[in-house]
């Protein structure tokens, strides 16, 4: 049995890598902003047989995902995932204009992660595995514009979460960030090409392999390295 922690897990491939975690016989912590809205999850939850418990935390928040880290009664955790994400402004920002945008998405997927991370580091020991969210949209590869909020935190994530992995490599944990594959999430929309059932069934299997010498590195969801 792996101890889990899920933030980001009120729905899509979150809730389903907490949903699959529990009927593999895991103990799940999945983490919400506001768990009286968190769809399907406390279904989940309360179907468990006390395998997964619900814990607010603001991923925005120090004070949030520190008092998160608090309630979750275990001594070690095997695996973090950190989903939570927006998409945020579509078009290119060329004009002057506010930066709301911008600092939300900075706050939620770049400093989000570091957050959840740090929380939780005093629970994470050898053998442990740090995935982060990422996006093919992160990479040099990717060939359109646009995203301006969205590209910056997750291009900015992958390089972050490659200096974490070399601070923490002496100590065993395993740390990197993926990219989900393009997914049938209210994010994704329902023509994508993948469902959450396919995504977070090969992120599992991603996440179990996942060895130390390859700490830092970027990988799409069923397992390939992705370019960055």
Same mark, same amino acid.
């Given at each position: 049995?792996? %101890?889990?922690?899920?933030? @980001? #897990?009120?729905?899509?491939?979150?809730?389903?890598?907490?949903?699959?975690?529990?009927? #593999?016989?895991?103990?799940? /912590?999945?983490?919400?902003?506001?768990?009286?809205?968190?769809?399907?999850?406390?279904?989940? #939850?309360?179907?468990?047989?006390?395998?997964? *418990?619900? +814990?607010?935390?603001?991923? *925005?928040?120090? =004070?949030?995902? #520190?008092?998160?880290?608090?309630?979750?009664?275990?001594?070690?955790?095997?695996?973090?995932?950190?989903?939570?994400?927006?998409?945020?402004?579509?078009?290119?920002?060329?004009?002057?204009?506010?930066?709301?945008?911008?600092?939300?998405?900075?706050?939620?997927?770049?400093?989000?992660?570091?957050?959840?991370?740090?929380? /939780?580091?005093?629970?994470?020991?050898? @053998? =442990?595995?740090?995935?982060?969210?990422?996006?093919?949209?992160?990479?040099?590869?990717?060939?359109?514009?646009? /995203?301006?909020?969205?590209?910056?935190?997750?291009?900015?994530? %992958?390089?972050?979460?490659? =200096?974490?992995?070399?601070?923490?490599?002496?100590?065993?944990?395993?740390?990197?960030?993926? +990219?989900?594959?393009?997914?049938? *999430?209210?994010?994704?929309?329902?023509?994508?090409?993948?469902?959450?059932?396919?995504?977070?069934?090969?992120?599992?299997?991603?996440?179990?392999?996942?060895?130390?010498?390859?700490?830092?590195?970027?990988?799409?969801? %069923?397992?390939?390295? +992705?370019?960055?």
């Amino acid at each position: 049995m792996a %101890n889990v922690i899920v933030a @980001g #897990a009120s729905r899509g491939i979150g809730l389903e890598l907490a949903r699959q975690h529990v009927e #593999a016989g895991d103990r799940v /912590f999945a983490l919400v902003r506001d768990p009286d809205n968190a769809g399907e999850l406390p279904g989940l #939850a309360s179907s468990s047989g006390g395998k997964l *418990t619900v +814990h607010a935390a603001d991923v *925005t928040s120090d =004070s949030s995902v #520190a008092d998160a880290a608090k309630s979750v009664d275990a001594d070690g955790i095997d695996y973090v995932y950190i989903v939570a994400g927006i998409v945020g402004k579509m078009e290119p920002m060329l004009e002057p204009g506010d930066w709301d945008t911008f600092d939300e998405a900075i706050e939620i997927m770049l400093k989000g992660p570091l957050r959840v991370l740090r929380a /939780f580091l005093p629970k994470l020991s050898e @053998g =442990s595995k740090v995935i982060a969210f990422s996006s093919q949209l992160a990479a040099s590869t990717w060939p359109y514009g646009g /995203f301006y909020p969205y590209v910056a935190a997750k291009n900015g994530l %992958n390089r972050m979460f490659r =200096s974490v992995a070399i601070d923490l490599k002496d100590r065993g944990i395993v740390v990197g960030t993926i +990219h989900p594959g393009y997914v049938q *999430t209210d994010m994704g929309g329902p023509d994508a090409d993948i469902t959450p059932q396919e995504s977070a069934s090969e992120i599992r299997k991603l996440a179990e392999w996942w060895p130390l010498d390859k700490t830092g590195d970027f990988y799409k969801w %069923n397992g390939e390295p +992705h370019a960055w």
